[in-house]
């Protein structure tokens, strides 16, 4: 049965050619449509956007009582695949103790400990919590595992609830390798990358990402960095980055120059990353990830200044046990317009149509294009950031 969707007060297609005339700030961005309809059909593609008053008959009608409907957001970045408890580190952040990545270890041992189904049931939790809250796509990482076997069965039950998963063997260097950096390394670009990556078809990660941050004496520097992207690549994954998190280093530059999807955190750069990241765009997308810096009590990263300079910006959550334990697309996306200078229609942009890019997908509301909604109690899209904490945004059941 085909659905015709009527009611929307504002429909944001992420198309530009497709708004409506009016010249409201953030309408050529969007691809706004006033007073708009929608037809999807019975195996839930969009075969239908416009006006209203032109929509065709279809089997069945739901009136969405003059809302906003907006593309359903895409977090790209995440690491769902946790057990374990660390609001205690929390607690010690926000009177003074600062983040250095050490408590990644608490996780590993939480996680190693815990049953598949224990994990299973945690993963798919948080993936419903983020769709009661708009999120319709999530990339899931790796990296609380840590051993081959830990990681494949981190990447087993990320893969049960979507197809964008990223190998995060390169999280941190884990205790038992303190002392023997390298032959970790060795081990993440030697039998767990061919694990993980067996052949292209069966591959149980889309990507590999590393946390390229030598301000961590847990996490990577410029070179292991390297090393763990190019073995990525050689075996057939797209490449994502951490970088620049704690203070200035060679995460950003390092992906830029190897093509990544997308850089994350971006928090502390300097002219010549963001000279980089202009460059490299419409290939490499930067990511801010505006709840670490809330969760961490950090200066947040200048968007305005990556925009005006010509960068891609997407917006995620990082949605993690240490930096940000927040699976809110719409918490980030007021964060985005209050705290990084972002207007309220670039935040949408970004948690949307941009944070897709970096996941080689598409996210219009276009025929053709698979009815990821979601639905605003509200007229406009505006109310994301102006409702900040509200919780008025969820995915859309078709
Ligand atoms: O994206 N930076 C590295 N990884 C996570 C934090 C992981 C943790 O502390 O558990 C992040 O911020
Ligand atoms: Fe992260």
Redesign the pocket.
Known sequence: MSLLLTGIAELTTNDPARADGHTDPGDGLLGIVRDAALVVSADGVIEWVGPVAEAPDADDRRDLGGRAVIPGFVDS?T?LV?AGD?SAEFAARMTGTP?D?G??AV?VAATRAASDDELRALVAARVAEMRAQGTTTVEIKS??GLTLEDELRSLRIARELTPHTTFLGA?VVPREYASDRAAYVDLVTGPMLAAVAADGATSLAESIDV?C?PHSAH?FDGDEARAVLEAGRAAGLALRV?GN?LGHGPGVRLACELGARSV??CTFLDDADVEALAAARGTTVATL?PG?EFSTRSPYPDARHLIDAGVDVAIAS?C?????YSSSIPFAVALAVREMGMTPAEALHAATAVSARSLGLDRRIAPGQPAQLAVIDAPSHLHLAYRAGVPIVRALDV
């Open positions: 970045h690491h946790f660390r983040y990545g408590g990644i996780s990296g609380y999280h946390f941050e996490a951490h998190q994350d955190h990830l670490v990082d993690n046990p240490g930096t940000c």
